[in-house]
């Protein structure tokens, strides 16, 4: 079990509490819902390069697949625990259900650090998760995806042995697959790109065209980076980027007043998003200490790096400018900056549905493998644009209508359907 300090499970059933209060739900949908439907924990004996056998430790856990397969990453993480992964996979379910996609949520894990094993090592422990689960997830049960310190080939090795043991083809049994390789086109650019559809939609709704606003960013890595592209297309501006330096082990935020040129800053940046902070100075950037970018007079703060980075502490600190708050990243703000955020009338586009590009594009890659037909990137994106859009709509309108923060008529949206679905089947 997690420590008792912080308990991600206790936390997301806490946030499920207080919805279920606000919809009246009944005990049978609560009781079902504050629990995963069902959980695998497993061994995984692999014969390592030295010799030896060592045993990871592996999970799945399906929350909820009343509207559709379970869907959700593998995590391979040294400090994975099993409540870790019940958490995420029942935020899965309440993020696939506010966008309106047919898919549950799931989430899986091995305890394990990559960073200590051998391509061949990562490549049996692939193997080994989908050995002891092969009659438990697939195509029409619960579909897999890359998640932190997983990836692309991750993904193939366990799409190879799904197939293997099956004696068949499955493409649509995992996603996050490369293109070509079953993969679909627009998966980089869809967290960044569905950030931005929300933000477009809000800034109508609160009156504001796109070019006459200036953003503060942090993070800079692909959701990040995507985002901007899109913004700066809408004729938006970008004053202050952040990222983590990697040699310095702190954070530093970057600003340019008369805006960040994107290209110029990918030039300068490494694969992990971190910026060379001499060679920004070259390109004008003032240098920053890494919070900076949350104390920016811009109209929009966009946190698309890390968990917990409004807090009680640092949410006094946003400029008065400020009109929105996009979330990229999962869960920035914490339910004490929350209150203040309500307070001061910041209008919030919650984490579950602005970054829910991600997850919309993985269902577009199943139904592309399903199908064994492939989509151009402008198909892929047009359709991604369609359900952001929907998904910003429905939860602005029960927000406007029934006063609500956006936060919780996202989840009383999210919530609502799962919990219907569970009724109309007959379950509770
Ligand atoms: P990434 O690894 O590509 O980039 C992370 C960026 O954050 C890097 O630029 C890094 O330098 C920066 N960073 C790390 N610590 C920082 C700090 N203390 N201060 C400032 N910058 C810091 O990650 P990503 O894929 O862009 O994901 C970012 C967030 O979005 C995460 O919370 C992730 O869970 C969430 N998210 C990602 C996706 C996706 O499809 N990539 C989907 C949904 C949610």
Known sequence: MANKAFNAFEMAQAQFDKV???????????????????????????????????VFRGFRVQHNDARGPSKGGIRFHPQETIDTVRALSMWMTWKCAVVDIPLGGGKGGVICDPHNLSSREQELICRGWVRQLAKNVGPL???????????????????DEFEHIHGAKYPGFITGKPVGMGGSLGRTEATGFGVIYTLREALKHLGLRPEDTTASVQGFGNVAQFAIRLYNQLGGTVVCVSCWDQTDQKSYSFRKDD?????????????????????????????????????????????????????????PRISKKVRVIAEGANGPTTPEADAIIQQREIFVIPDFLANAGGVTCSYFEQVQSNSNYYWEKDEVLGKLDIKMTAAFLAVNELSVKRKLFMRDAAYVIAIGRVAQACRDRGWV
């Open 20 to 54: 279920a209060d606000q919809l009246e739900l009944d005990e049978g949908p609560r009781e079902l819902l504050r629990w995963p439907l069902r959980e695998y924990a497993f061994s995984i004996p692999v014969r390592m390069d030295d010799g030896n056998v060592q």
């Open 141 to 159: 049960t619960d579909v897999p995806a890359p998640d932190v310190m997983t990836s692309a080939q991750h993904m193939l090795w366990m799409l």
């Open 259 to 315: 805006g960040v040129i994107l290209d110029d800053v990918l030039a300068i940046t490494d694969r992990f998003g971190g910026i060379d902070k001499d060679k920004a100075r070259d390109l004008g950037m003032e240098v920053l200490d890494g919070d900076a970018w949350i104390e920016q007079e811009v109209d929009i703060l966009i946190p698309a790096a890390l968990e917990n980075q409004i807090t009680a502490e640092t949410a």
